[in-house]
């Protein structure tokens, strides 16, 4: 597999230019950072897709303060909208509870750690803690401990005052706007455009192509599925772009409320030499990373190919970039020479 990452910086004005001073390097891990996970680009994904993933903020206009904020992300012909909110939490308990006012903010991050889910430690009997959580996301916010404590106390029989639990119980700041949260047993899967974590519950879920009941085979490597490779949302895994498509932020750049970015028209090509045999391959565009708060983005191209690996043949390889697109008449084809 060949991978080749670009870098570029953005202005308010939807100017590009290529970073080639301060790259952001190729990653075989996952890099932690305070909006969500720079993805590691070693993965051999071979779907022809391009995955978005947003690793930002949301920006109140003109920087006043705001309690709650329409944010929307588009490529192209696909956008996606999603609300966020100032911090929240419940007042009270049980059916007399209501949502406090939203503390008003500038800026929020808008990882994983600030959608719905969470987990919470429970004291079952003195001196035994035992941790639950939200299957879908357990670094959110907003995930009610309760039931899986009863549940816990109960098979364990522990006894009275068990369980014991802190009673604050924050919301989400990031939801879906037509899946608020109203209702104290409200539990709306996770909303965010961050990279999809490796342990998390989505990605356990694209790992293996489970039969109607959901058995695992016998055959564990049958069972897994081309979908393991892709981290970004099942929302932004779109078809390659056109040339020249349209990167659309609102509200969620510090220095524009809405900001418009053209995709660069850029190739990357690998020519090679196996023995005597010469070509050139095309890498196919696969993800765009966006992170605003440092007003760029990165384009991955990856392309997996096989090759002799006899030790007596002498191999070499050169990445060359090129202007335009991938192209859709000749996406992916070897030119032989």
Request: with cysteine; charged share 25%; hydrophobic share 40%.
């Amino acid at each position: 597999m060949v991978v080749a990452k670009a870098t570029y910086l953005f202005d308010p004005q939807g100017r590009t230019k290529l970073d080639d001073q301060d790259p952001i390097p190729l990653l075989h891990n996952d890099e932690p950072t305070e909006v969500g996970l720079l993805p590691r680009d070693d993965f051999p994904r071979q779907e022809r897709a391009f995955e978005v993933i947003f690793l930002g903020c949301a920006h109140a206009p003109n920087q006043i303060p705001v309690q709650s904020l329409r944010v929307v992300l588009g490529l192209g012909d696909a956008w996606s909208e999603l609300l966020v909110h100032g911090d929240r939490s419940w007042l009270r308990r049980g059916p007399a509870t209501s949502i406090s006012p939203a503390q008003p903010f500038v800026r929020m991050p808008m990882g994983w750690d600030h959608a719905f889910g969470g987990s919470a430690e429970i004291l079952i009997d003195e001196g035994a803690v035992l941790e639950v959580g939200d299957p879908h996301n357990r670094i959110g916010k907003g995930f009610d401990p309760e039931p899986s404590a009863r549940a816990a106390a109960a098979e364990l029989r522990a006894p009275a005052p068990f369980p014991l639990f802190s009673p604050e119980r924050a919301l989400p700041n990031i939801e879906r706007p037509n899946l608020q949260i109203s209702r104290w047993s409200d539990a709306p899967p996770p909303a965010s455009w961050a990279t999809v974590p490796l342990d998390s519950a989505l990605q356990a879920l694209r790992t293996f192509d489970l039969p109607a009941d959901h058995t695992m085979p016998e055959d564990i490597q049958a069972a897994l599925s081309p979908s393991r490779w892709f981290r970004a949302v099942p929302e932004w895994i779109l078809p390659i772009p056109p040339a020249g498509a349209m990167i659309y932020m609102e509200n969620l750049y510090r220095w524009g409320a809405q900001v418009r970015v053209p995709l660069p028209q850029l190739r990357v090509f690998a020519d090679y030499q196996v023995g005597e045999r010469a070509g050139e391959l095309e890498l196919e565009p696969q993800m765009l990373v966006l992170m605003p708060e440092q007003s760029r983005f990165c384009l991955v191209y990856r392309k997996i190919f096989n090759f002799s690996d006899a030790d007596d043949i002498e191999r070499s390889m050169r990445l060359r970039k090129a202007d335009g697109w991938f192209s859709a008449n000749d996406q992916g084809q070897e030119s032989k020479r």
